[in-house]
């Protein structure tokens, strides 16, 4: 077409000049000019379209208007590389977040990265769902800035010598507390419960006869094996070995930590008996109905921002050591990508934790900057200066351990939660139903020794 149009438009050119002959002439060129126009819009489109894609899946396990900041970290990106287009879905609870991400792998639509527990990593690998970021890196840049994180968050994100998970939604325990109920009961509001046994003395004080005010409480749905691994570490035992081979549930420290989370209910009655709703528990602490709670520092935000009463957060108390286990979510790629997806998906891994970015993300949730840089950045420090809870739950890194991880996680955990809530409902003593997971468990884990 654009061929028959030029030899058209060659022979008006030499034709002997009148009226007719130069609107022919002009008419054509102006057609020709716009055709051609359009096949340059279109070509840019095909451009545009060619662009990298990536689909990611991320969870939300704590109240407040995540996806919200996770779509806005993206967009950024995204006007940062507008070449590569980034889908950030929304896919529910930890659980729910891994359960979508393999099962569209299954069905031939995998994501190219996803956020999911950082305790999935013996599971994505065995599956072989994941690819390593040794593999991928290949620059001194690229290979320093996997040594750049905290070493403890690490540790669910490493195995067999390599590294498969990088912090991003990441979190410690921290006890919340009420100082205006301090001081109604005749505490020092600055000075909250640091050993097992100021809990009890406190939670005692704290605790009103009617039932409207209890002194603590400590989550034992959602994820209760979480908050027992605090209690664990605390008493100085941790719950599996690195290799996730090897579970500790009957080690004598072990029954005493779940004999202590019973008793501050069925024998001190500083916190309701049974079990205590994670997805409530804020809400009830908001309210007043406890002075104390242990929650995930991605709280700590929503609290700051709704909560009608002075309130601190302070490290967890401590047996014979202080002690939590790290928790949250780590970014993986998947193993079904192209080289064009890897780099892309590692553009946008870099992006989410890097520094700046890290910070933003800290102040906005309460979740912590997953790298020392991210607390030497000025907006961090001058966050950190005018709202020193803000940084509790960096500085109980040095007491803290790795989330229990070990193959077969989601069965073993299963195990220890049933253990858990069975001895705080009374229908097993700690020391019957520890003894009953860590069999189970024994057995699950025996073939990955």
Known sequence: MFAKMRKTLTRLAVRKPNRRNQEMFAKTRKTLTRLAMAACFSTVAVVAQASTELTMYYPVAVGGPLTKIVDGLVADFMKENPDIKANAIYAGNYNDARIKALAALKAGEPAQLSVMFSIDIYELIEQDAIVAFDDIVSTSEEKAWLESFYPTLMQNGRTAGKTWGIPFQRSTIVMYYNKDAFRAAGLDPENPPATWNELVEVGKKLTKADGSQWGAMIPSTGYPYWMFGALTMQNDQVLMNNAGDTTYFDAPATVEALEFWKNLGSKHKVMP??????????????????????????????????????????????????????????????????????????????????????????????????????????????????????AVARDQLEFATAELSTFQTGRVRKLLDDAIQAALTGSKTPAAALQEAQAQAKRLLKPYR
Request: aromatic fraction near 12%; glycine fraction near 10%; proline fraction near 5%.
């Open 273 to 390: 008996e049974g079990t205590i709703e994670w997805g409530t528990l804020r809400k009830n602490f908001l309210e007043g109905k406890t002075a104390i709670m242990w929650h995930s520092t991605g709280n700590l935000t929503v609290v700051k921002k709704k909560a009608k009463f002075d309130f601190g957060v302070a490290m967890l108390p401590a047996s014979k050591r202080r002690g939590t286990p790290t928790g949250g979510g780590n970014f993986y790629i998947f193993k079904k990508t192209t080289p064009e997806e890897r780099v892309a998906a590692m553009k946008l891994i870099k992006f989410m934790t890097s520094p700046e970015r890290s910070a933003e993300w800290s102040m906005k949730t309460g979740y912590m900057g997953v790298s020392p840089a991210a607390y030497e950045t000025q907006k961090l420090q001058d966050y950190v200066k005018g709202f020193p809870y803000a």
